[in-house]
């Protein structure tokens, strides 16, 4: 295997603004020959060849990647979805082996579906392994920084989601209620408390994009009714206004909070609307306790307007 053609496939498939980092890099060919090496699987080498994986990891990579991002992959877990991707037969029985029963758990517990385990896998597979328009199968989009196990449990619980909303579009479907049938409870399912921990980061970043969008008056009126207990008579004092224009700033900031912060978790996670109020159903508990460690600290001043 010539080295060199490893490093010219992986730096042709990098995203141009991480070229850079990688450009003097001393070794660089040995460093993909040894993630070709990390990457076989245990049931033997699929119909990928090396130039194909190494290309396959450069392409999932971010923008700011630099050499320390190989090392925090889930080298082994990507070359299984690069086999996958191909379309190669030895991957794709590794694939069902290795996660049938994680797909066959989340299908019965969803209580709602009317899909029979083996439908709803075959349903998914086409989901991950067909080749969509002018794009890769799905499964090429797994980028790698989390295990391949949590991946697929989300993707699952959103194709679930999907399905219960085309079956019922005639009523109003409680995402809350999906979730919870989707989704095995934390003390019993490790890769869920995985999956909640990564949208509790995520939730606790968006929370505080939105608050910094804030005006000051709106932070402090949000932090006399949270942390200060304050009615509405009480922070109308403060301002020297009536109660109901008090009720109404507050209500102003409550909802210009809510929106910054939803429009910031749907940017940083790339989802739409459903599948927002699925995660805030995974976030939901952890919440109130996230407010009140953003809004407690000093009141702010507040120019004038």
Known sequence: ?????????????????????????????????AL???????????????????????RILPKDADLSTLDKLKIGDLYLACGCSQGDGRALNAFDKEY???????????????????EFRQALRN???????????????????GELRSWIRVTA???????????QADREIPVEAEMLGAMPSPAEDPELDYIQRVYKSEFKEALRSGF??????????LRHQVIHGLNIDQVGAIYGVHRTTAFRWIEKARKAFLAATKEA??????????????IMRVVQSDLDLSMRRLLVSDIEDEPSA
């Not at 730096?11 to 603004?17: K, R």
């Not at 049931?43 to 194909?52: D, K, R, Y």
């Not at 910094?212 to 009126?221: A, D, H, I, Q």
């Open 265 to 278: 978790l749907m940017e940083r996670l790339k989802v739409g609307q459903s599948q927002f109020l699925s």
């Open 212 to 221: 910094g969008t804030l005006t000051p008056r709106e932070r402090n009126l």
């Open 157 to 167: 619980v959103r194709m679930i989601v999907d399905i219960v909303r085309s079956k």
């Open 127 to 145: 989901k991950l392994f067909v080749v969509r328009t002018n794009k890769p199968p799905k499964i090429a989009d797994y980028a790698g920084r």
């Open 36 to 58: 070709v090496d990390e990457g076989t699987h245990p049931s033997g080498p699929f119909a990928v060849t090396a130039e194909q994986f190494v290309g396959h990891v450069a």
């Open 100 to 118: 049938g029963r994680d797909i066959d758990l989340a299908i019965a517990r969803s209580g709602n579906v009317n899909l029979t385990k083996d």
């Open 1 to 33: 295997m010539p080295r060199a053609t490893l490093q010219e496939a992986f730096t042709a498939a990098l995203a141009e603004e991480a070229r850079p980092a990688f450009a003097d890099v001393t070794g660089l060919p040995d460093r993909l020959a």
